[in-house]
């Protein structure tokens, strides 16, 4: 996306372009999941697998960043940073692998959860910045007027075919690890639809496009958990932190 903003000449506008394309780019996605029947041959389980792969790699060094305390923060790499990420994933692997029932399922969370206590207790969270968020906000559509311009378009559809992939191959490895079977046709084409109105519409709300989150693949692959139920309980929790920014 910096590629394509430097392309089209920097700034607001060109975040305005990138949007514009972005919100094009979805129906890329919904074309591919309407023929999916018919391109599936194209993506076999080894170029799917490869995908995921490489994605997952590439997150290595995001995870890092995020490790020392976020790229770029001036304590950046500092003990407090340290400790607080190597409590959080020695509880989760921890619970996640020796706990029972519920505590085994909800390793990671409970993991994050001693982590934001530890945060709190040595100050690491940011209350001014909580103290200032308001209680209740609703999100603003348009807040950024789209313009489409063809060098941000054609880029940016292509990598809509490469978030595609990556979205077959987090619903291939979830439905395996998770339900033990492959995933159907039905199910493919529900999932990445739905991928490409939630990316399309970000752009509506001024936002660039969700991608999907592989770690998920992972957690599951421990709790074996995966349900309707588990979604939407998430999307409620993601809708609320929206209009209560506090």
């Not at 752009?203 to 979604?231: D, H």
Request: glycine fraction near 12%.
């Amino acid at each position: 996306y910096l590629s394509i903003s430097n392309l089209v000449g920097g700034g607001l506008e060109s975040y305005s372009i990138i949007l514009g394309a972005t919100l094009l780019g979805g129906c890329v996605e919904i074309v591919i999941a309407c023929f999916y029947h018919k391109v599936k041959k194209l993506f076999p389980p080894l170029v799917i697998g490869t995908v995921l792969t490489a994605v997952g790699i590439s997150l290595v060094p995001i995870a890092i960043n995020s490790f020392a305390g976020g790229s770029g923060a001036a304590d950046y790499g500092s003990a407090p940073n340290l400790i607080i990420a190597f409590v959080v994933f020695a509880v989760g692997l921890a619970f996640s692998r020796f706990g029972k029932g519920m505590a085994r399922s909800c390793g990671m969370l409970i993991g994050i959860l001693v982590g934001y206590i530890m945060a709190a207790i040595m100050t690491a969270c940011l209350p001014t910045t909580v103290a200032e968020a308001s209680w209740f906000s609703l999100p603003k559509l348009m807040p950024v007027p789209l313009k489409f311009d063809l060098r941000a378009i054609l880029p940016i559809c292509l990598i809509y075919v490469s978030m595609t992939i990556e979205s077959m191959a987090s619903i291939n490895a979830i439905t395996e690890v998770g339900l033990g079977r492959r995933v159907k046709n039905k199910e493919m084409v529900g999932g990445l639809i739905c991928d490409a109105i939630g990316s399309s519409g970000a752009a509506v709300f001024g936002v660039l496009p969700n991608t999907t989150f592989n770690q998920n693949v992972g957690l599951v692959n421990m709790t074996k958990i995966v349900n309707r139920f588990s979604v939407a309980t998430g999307a409620i929790f993601l809708c609320l932190c929206g209009f209560l920014p506090k």
